[in-house]
Nanobody, 124 residues
Framework: QVQLVESGGGLVQAGVSLRLSCTASGRTFSDYTMAWFRQAPGKTREFLAA????????DYKDSVKGRFTISRDNAKNTVYLQMNNLTPEDTAVYYC?????????????????WGQGTQVTVSS
């Protein structure tokens, strides 16, 4: 079992940056490919970014490329999502997820473990 806890969300104004963190406990963190998803009210959960255990392979949703950055620190059992130039359209609950898949996946069904989510609200 892997337990994931997200943090760093909040209410911010448009244009600012925010960094989300997800800290894992349980199994060996470096065994897992990690990802970030989000779900806005009334919408399905969408993939944002994922990276392999060593950060060697990273994948992003096209619409966040250049604005969001995923990274990880295996010594701290933590994965991060740096989000820049936030807009109201980024308002959602943000989730981190873990999978034993070797390659990053954009499919939520490929992920075995999920955090409880952290709310990000961007005001205009």
């Amino acid at each position: 079992q892997v337990q994931l806890v997200e943090s760093g969300g909040g209410l911010v104004q448009a244009g600012v940056s925010l960094r989300l963190s997800c800290t894992a406990s349980g199994r060996t963190f470096s065994d897992y490919t990690m990802a970030w998803f989000r779900q806005a009210p009334g919408k399905t959960r969408e993939f944002l970014a994922a990276l392999t255990w060593d950060g060697g392979i990273i994948d992003y949703k096209d619409s966040v490329k250049g604005r969001f950055t995923i990274s990880r620190d295996n010594a701290k059992n933590t994965v991060y999502l740096q989000m820049n130039n936030l807009t109201p359209e980024d308002t959602a609950v943000y989730y981190c997820a873990a999978t034993r898949y070797i390659s990053p996946s954009g499919r939520s069904n490929d992920y075995d473990y999920w955090g409880q989510g952290t709310q990000v609200t961007v005001s205009s």
